[in-house]
């Protein structure tokens, strides 16, 4: 059986920097296990531009960025196998792989990381009523097809979600010749970012429908039109508003869901908020020497967070392997979220076994102006900063120093005040 | 007269009040960073965008490529349909220019994408 | 000239055909839709009814029982997913023990075997997630869940590999009695044949007023359920019915053959015969009916919904006879249609023994193999099939685990897939809780492939035939 210190499942961005950070901190024998025909993974499709302001302080698109760190990961001879898919991982971590090359095979990895990425929220599961006719596709599917074969699914175009995918797919099918009749968002709020709703609604006149949602999808073998109803306070359709919209091409940018089944046949307990596995201040879930980082964690709005934190997951891992196993040896405490923070990552910190400052990842549960983030361990204040605004669809990362959570006994709150 | 303008620039989106005399800036408010008083005199007098879109190579193949510099706003349409009828043969290179001077605006069209 | 056109390619139609491909006969089906299975069959309860709920007497309960009989060796002999995962009728109300005992008595006057009827505890004993408020419930053992798209799929293969013809995208316009039989005429040209089979659905007053074959009328009855992912389908082990409640006539609750676990149906009669929709109501009313079996369902699990149109003769029993000289009305095929499939296919072939001589074929295949299910594999029965053809080391539909290899298979083989659903039906790939959002572009591609044609011309669904230059 092939033995690898560090079997990384996914290659995308997240697997890559947990691939380069774990070379760089003294780990040979990894692999990365990609399922694609090429590193990269979403990034692939993501043509548009906004990636690596952080990172590389320039504004990269997707493809891009993805090559930056391919390109790394090549010159530093880390290997990589493409084309393969990870069936199953086993407690003691044995993974299991499909390819063409190597058929069915297990190996045996000393650490794993996780960084399988996410998958879209299907119509299924959003019980649309209606049909279910061709050109209903989310809008991550439909830009697979625009911008990896070239194929534009449709002419007239509606648009369900106003994250930042359905957005950015507004934009491109008006760019490809479709015409974008508009985008309907259940929230009185979109979850994308402003400057996607400047670039791609605005800029071409699409007009963003807050508080609607479809109700109706007509067309047995091919979509006809959809009906856009305004919703109340409770996001029930109000009756008599609803307008036909004919159209050949729904998309739906409805939530991502990270993509964890592997996890969850591993036995990695799982948070039920984030859809993605509980770790510690190192990544390090429920199991140990498996590691998570990425869009499998917790859905990312920026790859440059994603970036920081496979970072720092490609290190614990390194970590763990040097140290030949793991060196919780303490308990941790928890973190709370509370008043505003609708869930941390980490959710648990092993404050007497620190090695650095450590990264918290949160979105609030509303939109909060002119507020602070408080983090404070019983009736110590740890971190407050203000903010002029906190949004549920952007991520907020704080920094808490070492030397001030050294001491640390006691349970951690991260939480919104208002003023 | 009072304009309202959400920055473009970057993910942080901050809101821009800037005061204008016709087409001319007389404030810009609201900005976090130097870009953001740039992107609003610009977007007021003279707004571009950065184009991002696909060319389809002799292949097959959808090729991803950006404009290295942005381009004038209201030539949005007319700068993707001439990207989109640019010759592309593989491989290609990343950063490589498909197009020397897109439509005059002298902003370089290039691959953003390594293709072999 | 044929023998027997079989108008209508759903379980039945397909069943009676391969039924028919037993005999040295020439035989045609007739299918509107571009596949086999696009209508009712692929949108049911995939129950194999054990047969207490039908009228004695009645062809329901006579051929209900019979297919049940069959259809566990048809399995195996025809490769398609098949468990005897037993039923429970819930009773939620005293008052009601004695319809309870009423269902029992006529399934035993029916020949159903091993009939019980059980306390709410030990109903709730061997079902752990049943409601406090079941206080009874009639346990029949013999009760089974199948894949009704394989099932279809296998007689149609199973018959079109001894000989049978299939006409797909081809819509019958008109019957007219000739000297020798029949003239079909089609939207694709003119069919002649000795016999008729009706076999089509909701279509079938249509297909038999078109020959006045029959006055009777099909009411299509809406039926709409709620799919949810693999991880709810261990919520219960039996197939969990419910006796008629004030809430009317009651839903199901059933672990499907792959694992699922599927609620509903719904139950209004509608006029469109191609009103296949789902709705808010729909949803609300399955929601509400469901509790009352088992609590806190997770139906934030729901992966997908959709809706099936029950064939109803007004007659109140399958309508089997022979309408008019030489044709065959196979019509009304309603609960427990499925079920009784092959046991239609057997009555309909002992009618037409009494037209004319059916002799045996010598060289009959009676079994076929379906698409392999690459997951289900041996781990040396996988690396063997990839030895050979290294499409099965490929994953497409990541959900599902589904191989290029299978994909390939159902798109190559005879009868193969011609659209999305196509693939989806004879291999799961989309099934999955992503619903085709990884795998549909490479299956589109697949298809683009053998279709010759482009990205455009690929289906998810759909009658007409393929474009090629699309």
Known sequence: MREFDLVIVGGGPAGMAAAISARENGLENIVILERDSELGGILNQCIHNGFGLHTFKEELTGPEYAERYAEKVIAMGIPYETDTMVLNISK???????????????????????????????????????????????????????????????????????????????????????????????????????????????????????????????????????????????????????????????????????????????????????????????????????????????????????????????????????????????????????????YTVPSKIHTAELTGDVHIRFRVTGVFKDCSIVVKAGENELLRRKSRILVPSEMQDIIIRQDKLADVSEDICVEIEEV | MTRELTCINCPMGCELTVEVEGDKVISVSGNTCKRGEIYAHSEISAPTRTVTTTVISSEGRPVPVKTAQPIPKDMIFECTAAIKSAEVHLPVKVGQIIIEDLLGTGAQVTATKTIK | MYDVIIIGGGVTGCAAAAELAKYQLDVCLVEKESDVCEGTSKANSAIVHAGFDAEPDTLKAKLNVRGNAMIAELSDKLDFAFKNNGAMVLCFEEERLTDLKNLREKGEKNGVAGLEILSGDEARAREPRLSKEVKYALYAPTSGIVCPFEMTLAFAENAYANGVEFRLSTEVTAIEKNSEGWKVTTDKGEILGRYIFNCAGVYADKIAEMANAGDFRIIPRKGEYMLMDKDAGETVSHTIFQLPTKMGKGVLVTPTVHGNLLVGPTAEDIDDKENTSTTAGGFAEIRAKSALSVEGLPFGKVITGFTGLRAVGDTNDFIINEGAEGFFNAAGIESPGLTSAPAIAEMLREMLSKKTDLTPKTDHIDTREGVVHFAELSREEQNALIAKDPTYGNIVCRCETITEGEIRDAINRPLGAVTLDGVKRRTRAGMGRCQAGFCSPKTILLLAEKLGCGIGGVRKTGREEVQKDA
């Open chain 1, 92 to 342: 003691d971590r044995v993974v299991t792989l499909l390819s063409k090359g190597r058929g069915v095979e297990d190996i045996r990895a000393k650490s794993v990381i996780l960084a399988m990425g996410c998958r879209e929220r299907p119509r299924g599961a959003l019980n649309i009523p209606g049909y279910r006719p061709q050109g209903v596709y989310t809008a991550g599917t439909a830009q697979k097809l625009v911008n990896c074969e070239g194929y534009l699914p449709g002419k007239e175009v509606v648009i369900l979600g106003s994250g930042d995918i359905g957005l950015i797919m507004a934009r491109r099918m008006t760019l490809e010749g479709a015409h974008v009749a508009a985008v309907a968002e259940l929230m009185p709020y979109s979850s994308g970012l402003k400057r996607n709703i400047v670039q791609c609604l605005d800029d071409y006149g699409i007009p963003l429908l807050l508080s609607h949602t479809v109700v109706d999808i007509k067309g047995k073998e091919k979509l006809e039109g959809v009906v856009i109803a305004q919703v109340d306070e409770k996001k029930a359709p109000i009756a008599g508003t609803e307008q036909f919209y004919p159209c050949d091409t729904l998309l739906l940018s409805c939530g991502l869901i990270p993509e964890n089944e592997l996890s969850k046949n591993c036995g990695v307990d799982i948070d039920p908020r984030t859809n993605g596995p509980l770790v510690d201040e190192g990544l390090e879930t429920s199991i140990d020497g498996v590691f998570a980082c990425g869009n499998v964690l917790h859905v990312h709005d920026l790859v440059d967070f994603v970036s920081e934190e496979s970072a720092r997951a490609g290190a614990s891992a390194a970590d763990f392997v040097k140290r030949g196993g793991t060196a919780d040896s303490t308990e941790p405490v928890k973190v709370i979220p509370q008043n505003g923070v609708r």
